[in-house]
Nanobody
Framework: QVQLVESGGGLAQAGGSLRLSCAASGRTVSNDAMGWFRQAPGKEREFVAAIGWSGSATRYADSVKGRFIISRDNAKNTVYLHLNTLKSEDTAVYYC??????????????????????WGQGTQVTVSS
């Protein structure tokens, strides 16, 4: 199974930016979709963004569309999430995972699909207003 390690979180002011990274190990993920999820205190884990294997297909949750950008580097087995125009409601632990397609990852949180990787520790993003 794919192991995932997230990094890059921290404390940011509202309106600021952060860049998260997620490195996969165990096998190459260059033929898989990769995605980001987040879990705020007291809430269920939710889908944030996903990117197809080539990088040309992306999907975003409505709450982050136009503010977050997902990208990937297949040579490094890594996916990134650029968080821009941060809001206090973006405060959460951010996780990444792997799936067959971007829609697979969208459906992973409603139980429709199972992700391919083991959930990592996540990286904490805290936005102060």
């Amino acid at each position: 199974q794919v192991q995932l390690v997230e990094s890059g979180g921290g404390l940011a002011q509202a309106g600021g930016s952060l860049r998260l990274s997620c490195a996969a190990s165990g096998r190459t993920v260059s033929n898989d979709a990769m995605g980001w999820f987040r879990q705020a205190p007291g809430k269920e884990r939710e889908f944030v963004a996903a990117i197809g294997w080539s990088g040309s297909a992306t999907r975003y949750a409505d709450s982050v569309k136009g503010r977050f950008i997902i990208s990937r580097d297949n040579a490094k087995n890594t996916v990134y999430l650029h968080l821009n125009t941060l809001k206090s409601e973006d405060t959460a632990v951010y996780y990444c995972n792997v799936g067959a397609s971007t829609m697979h990852l969208v459906r992973a949180m409603d139980g429709g699909q199972k992700v391919f990787g083991s959930w990592g520790q996540g990286t904490q993003v805290t936005v102060s207003s």
